[in-house]
């Protein structure tokens, strides 16, 4: 098969997942993500930590698509919000989706299905890989800054960007070019 053969039925076979097949493949990618949560550290006086759950949830969506990429972040954040302790520093409940961090977690659903129907446009290409990743971080920023503004209590307020977007930039962007990576490579090598 060429490499776009492969590609298209690599797809293909993702996107027809259903039944338990289809769960298994989003518990695994909403624990992906859990884990990622874990490698996590603050900057001094930021609320927001630095964790891997941006290359997590760009390589659910470039990995298993937009559908059952968003469904594995929504069993992400529902596993959070029940008291498993998948949050950043092992941290759970709803508190921590009404905290600083709320808007970043709840931005994770819309983020992966943007990079999972992206990818799936730009199936094969390294670029188009990355600028699905760059696009889904576009939208965790603006949603996570934006309740992160509303948190800090002044939404006109630079001080939500200087804590909550600019620290990461650099970092999201070596996460995202990571993930497309490693997905442009598995689709080659398939």
């Known amino acids: 098969m060429t490499r776009s053969c ?3 039925y690599y797809s293909t076979y993702v996107l027809r997942l259903n039944g338990w097949r289809a769960i298994l493949v989003t518990t695994a990618a909403a624990a992906i993500t859990a884990v990622s949560a874990q490698v996590c550290f603050y900057l001094p006086g930021n609320p927001v930590p630095v ?7 760009a390589l659910c969506g470039m990995a298993i698509g ?3 990429a968003a469904i594995s972040q929504i069993e992400y ?5 029940a008291g ?3 949050f950043a ?9 009404v905290g600083p961090t709320g808007g970043y977690l709840l931005a994770f659903v819309p983020a992966a299905f943007i990079i999972g129907a992206l990818s799936q446009r730009f199936k094969g290409s390294l670029s188009g890989l990355i600028t699905s990743g760059f696009a889904g971080v576009v939208v965790i920023y603006t949603l996570g800054r934006a309740w992160l503004a509303i948190w800090l209590g002044d939404p006109t307020s630079l001080h939500s960007w200087i804590l909550g977007v600019v620290p990461f930039v ?6 995202v070019t990571v993930a ?7 689709n080659w090598r398939n």
Request: glycine fraction near 10%; include cysteine.
């Open 51 to 57: 964790t891997l759950q941006v290359l997590a949830v």
């Open 89 to 97: 520093g092992f941290k759970s409940g709803v508190p921590t989706l």
């Open 170 to 175: 650099g970092v999201d962007l070596i996460k």
């Open 66 to 68: 937009p559908r059952l």
């Open 84 to 86: 498993i302790p998948v």
């Open 180 to 186: 497309a990576f490693a997905c442009w490579r598995l």
């Open 6 to 8: 492969e590609s298209a």
């Open 77 to 81: 954040l529902a596993a959070g919000a």
